[in-house]
């Protein structure tokens, strides 16, 4: 760890911060420019509050040298995480193909969504039953009879079943759920990252519209700091000025999160854009550039439904797109 | 409403779509240009779900003319609201003044950082007792004795107490709590929201870091839509890619809010910029431009205590703050 | 064109805007809504200056229906331009491989970098000879001279070379250039589109640091507008507050552009990056979701010059990534 | 200067490295933590190219110690700059108030607003003979005769005039023009900022929409490195998520600039939101966080003409901002 003192530090109060760093058990060398001190600590600052630190009045910046995330970081584990989800393994070459409808809404929706995935390739069957709208005047889900429905399709097709939680009250109705998915709202809901690092379920952590790969990491950290090390990371675009697709995916997040974590990295694409057309390309850039899963939208009959998600792909769409998934895969 | 449907949409799917539309119960005006047919709604709207609306396959836009939130929404509300925190008023020409340390430390930290506040004229004492942070290794705040340490040094003072709730189970710890507020990363935290519109307390909303101010007027609609009308909103910062301060400090979202809604608006200078030498010159502009109150960190002895938050304020620091701020509420 | 009154607009207000649109020729479709009225403009709208119509007073909202891009849109001009430069085409299923330094220091580096490149299939040369540096103390570049040696690499290859201007004076000194790049703090230099649309050189258009995909199009316009068409557009990073990467390649923007123009759109993953071990996923991933070409900086020997970019990768890398990259060309 | 190595360096690199500074004629700390060591450069580290050293393979990240701005830095210059145009002082307590119209019309309109804002109390007058346009369809300004009218008006009134200049070559036209505006495009158009440089007239120069601050004070380098020491800095808002305002203005930049330059900075609330009824807030918010200036659009009958620019505020809405300014002023 660097600390950049501001130029009008005082000699007593640099003594006084190496001093109070010496207490806490790291060595301080220090480097004295012609406008600025440097103080390097050396040894284990994992008990200093960086926040803190960087709020001192005579501290102009902190520059971490290590990462702040342990159990995460491919450096204390330099072998791929692979996660297995009843036999259905993401990481460390393993493929997952988690796909499904926006929203559970019937029994013969999501058991023919469940199975014209499990035809086209998919390993694991999503569905919302919670669902978190900006408008508290907008469908909320079908809950625990979502949930349910889900059961049932994955009795009916042995597809292990992804969905979101919302509420750590809710726990106990995702017993028997595979994947508990973290939307991007509640990436920073840290009460709730805490609760789910006591259980053993593979969680789903999805990226914040604004947070940065490091803040996603701190989050895995949350979850695994209490035990669970059953994690998939996923990008599902961020927030910038473009308005044309709803969000911009990120997509270098794939190789550089594979450089900073031994976690697997999924891609959403459907959220990401916003547009059933843009789907495909991007399933296939993010499976080019080493991801380890996607996470598609389909849904059975776009026609029929007028409300049901369009930026959904048809089962015949997903897998025209997974049939070229799967040729990408076999040349890199 | 208006549908902008896409150019390649057939006669029989803008036939099928205006007939969806009809039995919603709102009238169809079709309009069609040389390359695109536009649908405008007439009528209630409200039971037509925009973001399923949106991702239909043949629709390219759709764009609101009234807008979603209703409870938070001046049209409906032309005065302002005035939140009355036992005494201490906020909105319609009440200036709020929340100040007090970042977290609660010891009882003579609050105790002393409550007097000098008070005696420099703020008018509700803020205090962190459950610390939303980053990493799982950082202190996390002293939670329910934090707490007690507000309600004695409430006592001792007479000022009403803030503090952030992070988990809508602690909520019983709340019940001598007067303002609640819900952090930026808990903006989205639906579920939350719900429960606190469920309580009569006064709520603190704090935008979220890439939120938008309809988002922030959608996450107070939340909490009216359960009955609680006691709301303060915060403008505390957002995320964009300049990085010299913390965060960019928004202050048009004064006016903005103050034309869109009747609810009162605060600012937080010290977490937006993270600069103690910001603080003052950001709070000085927000009272120009007419917010209705500020939220400042302050501390009683920086000096002593090397890591307590220094984007605070000393009382002293924070009382010539105040006069200035007096003088500019003056003559505005 | 569709344009939202506010809703304290008075009747005699709405009446006279109604004429003056009707005055430019065009029909005016009126539909009153409960709290506002909008108008629906149909006919030739190209004479209504949108920017100024927004800023009226009584204007909320303009709706654009149709692109305000002409020539570059692909509703007038549905099959794919084909950019032919001496040979080596972009666009149209013609995949450009751009290669060579960031910057041209010695004859014998960008002769080797031009034969290595050349070796490992690429399409043409790049070499910086005029250098945008933040800083003016910072080398500029070789400037005509760079110019001569790209020439003499082009010589001894037969490779197109690609350069960037940053003064339409310095035009002269580009007669021999093939393919002009505008970097992306130009982009929107209107006075040099402008000046490159009375030329009939290949443009490479980069688009800016944030700009959107349409502002960038309405960039080419310019070009487009005075005669030249030969534009090949450039993806090459927005900036965004994610900080690891240095900025966040929008991969979306080649299905995205694809369906708006007809214009060629090649990837810079270098640059956009910034980080050497990135390039090779993010090309691959360019490649999958379509692009017409790639943009990559490849230097002789990083080894030996201490300070040559080595975002850059070195020809056998490169090498390395072709032989990638031609694979997914096989399979899509 | 703080150079920190990636973990996989090599002794032999890391050596290498360090004989290369130390050739540079800087001398080097190393110091090395438990994965990464950390070099300290020390002494004159101007000649060391900052993004050529960031780019090296060994390198992680290089942190700057002192700032690459020197002209425009207060370290070196710690007074105030106090800008003077023809009497008309910006700076060290100097407050500037430069109002006009976006675009210059006819003589009359010119004249009036002229004469409207004097009255009104600016201090100098601003109009746009040539205009930066998203589209090449839309009207392009005046020109050579917009600069006309603006040197006629500042006959009548006395006033200076302040004018956009988008081209170099077009410096002859200016050549009466007091203070030349660079807009934000052109922020980073480096070879007119050089040419700028040249003169010795007084430069406006506009933050670039998704430029940082220390960019800006680096363009401005660019223009004090060529002789020309006579800048005014203007903050006009930034690109980020948020749509309601047209960009977002960021105030802070007010109080960080003043503490990294002597250079005086001035608002401009019309441009950053884009909508008349925000100027006037704003206004009164830059005056109170200690702009040294304001730039506002002013126009004398936005009811006649329908098209004129209603972000402008009428001249007595206008005088009535002033008035305000004025009296926040006396009380700061």
């Not at 450089?259 to 057309?277: C, E, F, K, M, R």
């Not at 399933?283 to 939208?297: K, P, S, W, Y």
Request: aromatic share 4%; hydrophobic share 40%.
């Amino acid at each position: 760890m660097i600390t950049t003192l501001k130029p009008e530090t005082t000699e007593e109060q640099r003594i006084q911060l190496i001093q109070w760093f010496e207490a806490q058990g790291v060595q301080v060398h220090e480097f004295i420019g012609a406008y600025q001190t440097v103080l390097g600590l050396i040894g284990d600052t994992s008990g200093i509050d960086v926040e803190m630190l960087e709020l001192l009045d005579i501290v102009e910046k902190v520059t971490l040298i290590s990462d702040p995330f342990k159990s995460a970081n491919r450096k204390f584990h330099p072998e791929d995480s692979v996660i297995d989800v009843l036999g259905a393994k993401c990481g460390g070459g393993h493929f997952a193909v988690i796909a499904g409808p926006c929203s559970v809404e019937t029994p013969e929706q999501i058991r023919e969504v469940a199975e014209g995935v499990k035809a086209a390739g998919a390993t694991m069957l999503r569905g919302g039953a919670f669902k978190p709208r900006t408008s508290p005047y907008d469908f909320q889900g079908m809950k625990a009879e979502g949930i349910e429905l889900l059961l049932e399709a994955k009795k009916a097709t042995g597809l292990p079943i992804v969905t979101e939680i919302m509420n750590a009250n809710h726990l106990p109705l995702f017993e028997d759920v595979d994947v508990i998915q973290v939307g991007a709202r509640n990436m920073q809901n840290f009460e709730m990252l805490k609760e789910l690092g006591r259980t053993k379920k593979t969680i789903l952590l999805k990226r914040g519209l604004a947070n940065t790969l490091k803040e996603l990491l701190m989050s895995a950290e949350y979850i695994m700091a209490g035990g669970n090390e059953n994690i998939i990371l996923c990008e599902r675009g961020i927030r910038t000025f473009e308005t044309y697709t709803r969000n911009t995916l990120d997509l270098s997040a794939v190789p550089v999160l594979h450089s900073l974590t031994h976690l697997p990295v999924v891609i959403d694409p459907s959220h990401a854009t916003g547009h059933a057309n843009l789907v495909k390309p991007m399933a296939l850039a993010a499976t080019a550039c080493g991801a380890d899963g996607l996470m598609i939208e389909v849904h059975n009959n776009p026609a029929k439904a007028l409300c049901d998600g369009p930026q959904s792909l048809t089962p015949a769409q997903f897998k025209d797109v997974m049939d070229q998934v799967r040729k990408i895969r076999e040349v890199i």
